[in-house]
Every structure is written in structure tokens, then in C-alpha cells.
């Protein structure tokens, strides 16, 4: 798997204005000219997008909304039985299409009014600060590109599906969102390099790779397990350890696979004391305190 803030494939501005995404040679468009050229031509829209202004269109390809259409129709049989209660409904309150890609500034519309959230575009890498920081303001930056339609059940980096259907649907829930916004407060708050790494490590370990004992058994809440087809098989499986800010905020993880240590909240109302809690009232001091304790 990924994280948003740091495994984005490299973007670049080239002298004559020009964007270039640079794909690995095992990624699945590699060799893919047509695919290749779409991601330079969304990637620029973020690259040439003026904050305030609305996010740039993406004009998708009937194959890339089949994409869509295909991973949206398989996850939402996934998540009637593997997503907590609380995100099932946060589903219902957005009802993004599901034989289409929507826009972002579409998304940004139906989020608003929900929980105060927008997204923001984004081309490639965001600096750690600047991507949790503006979870404050209610900002969540998000690629607009789409996994190559060869590997639709996969993607190697964060596609517009991990970040709409997996982190859009959370965001449209009140809950789920007030633990975003206080863990932006916390990355702006936190002064050092390893405080704010701690902080994104426990953000890592819940709103990304989150489960939690709800409706009687074990159910997942973290967007990237609810946006993998795979991982959301697997999870159960796993090693679930009980909730541990120290833990959680030291455990090493690898981001190219599916995760084999997660964290077990027993409810969400568990998850907000101390989770949220943590994100609330942190600081480098008390973070320091806990990563001494972890050692």
C-alpha cells in the first residue's frame, strides 16, 4: 500500500512549462504512452490550479470511468460486511456516483454542507506538514488520476478511488471528520521532525489503516483498507493489537504491502478519548514522553 504524504510517484516542471509524472518501470502504465500523457495532463491541472479558485476539470476517459464504475461496485459489496456502521452511514449521507468518476470540486460540493470539508488537487508529493496541517482548516489534498485500467483491483500510489471513495466517504461523517480536523491541529501545533512523524505514524495506524470492534465483531474504518479490494480480505487476519498511542506512534511499517500489524479501538467512542484525545492536547514534550516510554 501507500501514504498520501509521501509515495506519490515523482512529478516534475520541465523548463519549457511542460508537467511529467516519472512512472516506475514496474508500475502497471508504465509502458503505456496514452495512459502516461493522461497522467502528465492531470497532473498539471493541480500544478497550474491558484488556491480559491475552483479545482480544474479532469476530462476522464469512458475506460477510466469504468474503472471507476468496476472498483465502486466491488468495494461496496466489500464494505457491507467489513466497514463499521459509522462510515456505512457517512455513504449514504454523501452518495457519490457510482458509474462515474466525480469531479473533486464536485466532491468538495457535496462534502461542504456535511462536515465543512473541500479537497484540494494535488500533483504529486505534499510536504508531511503542509498535507496533515490543513486538515484543520478542513482541507483534504487529493490526486485526480485513476489507477491503468490493466490492474483495476490495484494501484501502487494513491489513486482518486483511495481518496474519494475511501477518505471522502469518512470525511462526510461528523465523527470521523472532527479526528481529522484535531489531527491537523496537532501536525501544526508539533515543532520537531519526529513529533510531527509520531503524529502521522497514529493518523497511519487509524484513519488510514484503522479497525475497531463495532456491530459485534471486528470491522474496519481506515480508508486504506476500505478502498483495497484486497487488503479489506485480509485484514481480519492480521496481527490486531489493542489501541496504543506509544505503539502506534513507533511502529515501523512497510508502505508496499498489505499491513500485518494494526490497531484495534473497541468503538469509535473509545477511538475519539483516546486518539482524539492525544491529537487534542499533544505536544513535542508529551509526544517525546511517549516515544521514551517506548523504549
Not at 474503472?67 to 464494505?79: F, G, I, N, P
Not at 509520531?198 to 465483531?217: A, C, H, I, N, P
Not at 490486531?240 to 500485518?260: C, E, F, H
Not at 484495534?264 to 492525544?278: C, Q
Amino acid at each position: 500500500m501507500f501514504e498520501e504524504a509521501q509515495y506519490f510517484a515523482p512529478v516534475a516542471t520541465r523548463d519549457d512549462g511542460t508537467v511529467e509524472v516519472e512512472l516506475a518501470k514496474s508500475h502497471p502504465g508504465f509502458s503505456d504512452p496514452v495512459y502516461r500523457a493522461r497522467r502528465n495532463a492531470i497532473a498539471a491541472l493541480a500544478v497550474n490550479h491558484v488556491p480559491g479558485a475552483p479545482i480544474p476539470t479532469a476530462a476522464y476517459t469512458e475506460q477510466e470511468h469504468e474503472v471507476w464504475a468496476l472498483v465502486s461496485r466491488e468495494l461496496a459489496v466489500k464494505h457491507r460486511k467489513y466497514a463499521t456502521a459509522e462510515y456505512l452511514d457517512a455513504v449514504e449521507r454523501l452518495r457519490l456516483p457510482a458509474d462515474r468518476i466525480p469531479q473533486l470540486q464536485e466532491v468538495s460540493e457535496l462534502l461542504e454542507p456535511l462536515t465543512g470539508f473541500r479537497y484540494l488537487p494535488a500533483a504529486g508529493l505534499v510536504p508531511l506538514r503542509d498535507f496533515y496541517g490543513v486538515l484543520a482548516d478542513g482541507f483534504f489534498h487529493s490526486t485526480q488520476y485513476i489507477r491503468h485500467h490493466s490492474t483495476p483491483l490495484y494501484t501502487p500510489e494513491p489513486d482518486v478511488i483511495h481518496e474519494v471513495i475511501g477518505h471522502a466517504n469518512a470525511l462526510a461523517s461528523d465523527r470521523y471528520a472532527r479526528l481529522y480536523r484535531l489531527a491537523g491541529g496537532a501536525a501544526r501545533r508539533v515543532e520537531s521532525e519526529e513529533a510531527l512523524e509520531f503524529v502521522s505514524k497514529v493518523f497511519w495506524f487509524t484513519l488510514e489503516f484503522g479497525v475497531m470492534t463495532d456491530q459485534g465483531e471486528l470491522r474496519a474504518y481506515g480508508a486504506g483498507i476500505l478502498s483495497s479490494y484486497g487488503e479489506i480480505e485480509e485484514f481480519r487476519g492480521m496481527d490486531v493489537r489493542p489501541l496504543d498511542l506509544a505503539a502506534m506512534g513507533t511502529t515501523k511499517y512497510d508502505i508496499t504491502k498489505y499491513q500485518d500489524v494494526l490497531f484495534r479501538a473497541d468503538s469509535l467512542e473509545h477511538l475519539e478519548d483516546v486518539v482524539g484525545g492525544f491529537w487534542a492536547d499533544c505536544d513535542d514534550d508529551s509526544i517525546a514522553k511517549l516515544i521514551a516510554g517506548a523504549r
